[in-house]
């Protein structure tokens, strides 16, 4: 991904709030309830310091790490998905605070349906490149079977993709669906199943290694 687009992106809830600060509330809704009411608040200032602290570390240790890794030699056969995973990340930084600076202008938006389009379209960019990530210590599943195991880590990740794939797709379509949309437990569920899954999956190719 571009550096150029990424910073662009990354800069989109700055832009708005530098164009609507007068606008926006002093005391800004931050945090919602099951219901999609407003239950947490924080000052505007301290809003957006917050975001470029947390999104400039995240996305800076996304960046370095690679080279701290003492598996780095590996990020050379999987580029395009570790590009594709940070995209994803910045994505989820940065659409998250835009949609909390839309909601403070008063703009009509149901929190529920957009935490689970957002998150759903996340896993499903993230399952896309699962399958192509190498052995390291920073990104993917790293449970102590696949980081012994370089044939493990191959098949659990293989695995997990189209997991997350399908994941992402059902919280997309709970999305437009009343009933789903508006159970919190749906998109919890949803996650740690496709976190828990292959995680056991990797101790069943340890376990059946060592038999």
């Known amino acids: 991904m571009n550096r150029f687009v990424m910073m662009i992106i990354w800069s989109l809830p700055l832009l708005a709030g530098i164009f609507t600060y007068g606008d926006l509330p002093e005391q800004m809704a931050v945090h919602f309830n099951s219901e999609g009411i407003a239950d947490g608040f924080q000052s505007k200032p301290l809003f957006f310091v917050i975001y470029v602290v947390i ?8 960046l370095f790490t690679r080279k701290l890794d003492p598996k780095k030699q590996n990020y050379e056969k999987f580029p395009k998905a570790y590009e594709a995973i940070r995209f994803a990340v910045l994505i989820l930084l940065s659409v998250s605070y835009l949609f909390l600076v839309m909601n403070n202008l008063g703009v009509s938006l149901d929190v529920r349906i957009f935490v689970h389009l957002l998150l759903g379209l996340v896993w499903v960019i993230v399952g896309n490149y699962l399958g ?3 052995s390291n210590h920073f990104i993917g599943i790293r449970t102590p079977w696949t980081m012994a195991d370089e044939g493990i880590w191959r098949k659990t990740h293989r695995m997990a993709a189209p997991v997350w794939v399908l994941a992402g797709l059902l919280l997309i379509l709970a999305a437009f669906l009343p009933a789903l949309r ?3 437990i749906l998109v919890l569920s949803v996650i740690i199943v496709s976190i828990a899954l292959p995680i056991v999956y990797s101790f069943i190719l340890h376990r059946r290694m060592q038999r």
Do not use: D, K, T
């Open 55 to 62: 999104s400039s570390v995240i996305m800076g240790a996304l």
């Open 182 to 184: 508006e159970s919190p």
């Open 132 to 134: 192509q990530v190498r």
